[in-house]
């Protein structure tokens, strides 16, 4: 079992930044070799953000976030940041973190955490 525990959402303007945090935690975690970021709009489908590779650290993100979003992770923490610059409107949606045993980033993710909300004003 693995657990993920995101934090670090909240209202910006839009041009601001946030970081969101996601600490993991649970026996089986070291089998998890990806880690991402998903975001979900209210009346859309869930999304791909970013994700990193827990060994290496080789990072893949989404073209909406580009040269916005950074992902890092912290191995003695065991926990994975996504800096968000320049945040837009269209940021807006609950920001989720999953595990994965997938060596690829759009592999199969089978651990989620419970979401944080992101709202940018405009």
């Known amino acids: 079992q693995v657990q993920l525990v995101e934090s670090g959402g909240g209202l910006v303007q839009a041009g601001g930044s946030l970081r969101l945090s996601c600490a993991a935690s649970?026996?089986?975690?070291?089998?998890?070799?990806?880690r991402g970021w998903f975001r979900q709009a209210p009346g859309k489908e869930r999304e791909f953000v970013a994700a990193?590779?827990?060994?290496?650290?080789?990072?893949y993100y989404a073209d909406s976030v580009k040269g916005r979003f950074t992902i890092s992770r912290d191995n003695a923490k065991n926990t994975v940041y996504l800096q968000m610059n320049s945040l837009k409107p269209e940021d807006t949606a609950v920001y989720y973190c999953?595990?994965?045993?997938?060596?690829?980033?759009?592999?199969?993710?089978?651990?989620w955490g419970q979401g944080t909300q992101v709202t940018v004003s405009s």
């Open positions: 999953a595990a994965s045993r997938a060596w690829a980033w759009d592999g199969s993710y089978d651990y």
């Open positions: 649970g026996r089986t975690l070291s089998s998890y070799v990806m």
């Open positions: 990193i590779r827990w060994r290496g650290g080789s990072t």
